[in-house]
């Protein structure tokens, strides 16, 4: 189910009762997770997580509040509410008092944009190595040449 154990840095680990088991889903994610998955978390409805969670319509990215569900910064309004699994975590032991925790963080289904992305980084990766291979030959080239024009002179 899970990879491993992770600790926070908030030393969530005095309280016994507590088990934070994270599973990254991507290094392009972080690890986030979205408002379904901290539903799932918490067993809470899709409605009461957005009423825990520490927004304001006018600050798109409010201050901390230590008795809200802080979502990650966003650059845009529109951006969906991505939360960090040791926040989630927190939130729960903190204010919900809930005495065992798991986030779980799963791989979400690849859409459209995410395989076209895969396959221009792909392509991406084929042309740095045609560049590479043909600036290595290059390379031993001209110091053939060099070596040619010294054993000449």
Do not use: C
């Not at 969670?53 to 309004?77: A, Y």
Request: hydrophobic residues 35%; charged residues 25%; aromatic residues 6%.
């Amino acid at each position: 189910m899970f990879n491993g154990l992770e600790e926070s840095s908030l030393n969530y680990a005095s309280s016994k009762g507590i088990a934070k088991e994270l599973q990254s889903v991507s290094p392009l994610a972080d690890g986030l997770i979205g408002v379904e998955e901290v539903q799932k978390s918490l067993n809470r409805s899709r409605a009461s997580v957005y009423r825990y969670t520490n927004t304001d319509t006018r600050n798109i990215n409010p201050p901390f509040n230590p008795r809200k569900l802080n979502p990650e910064f966003r650059s845009d309004q529109k951006d969906p509410l991505l939360f960090h699994p040791n926040e989630v975590a927190r939130f729960a032991k903190d204010i919900l008092r809930i005495k065992e925790v798991n986030v779980e963080v799963l791989n979400s289904p690849s859409t459209v944009t995410q395989n076209v992305l895969s396959a221009i980084l792909e392509e991406l990766r084929l042309i740095r190595t045609h560049l590479e291979l043909n600036q290595n030959a290059n390379n031993s080239m001209k110091s053939q040449t060099q070596r040619d024009d010294r054993s000449a002179a």
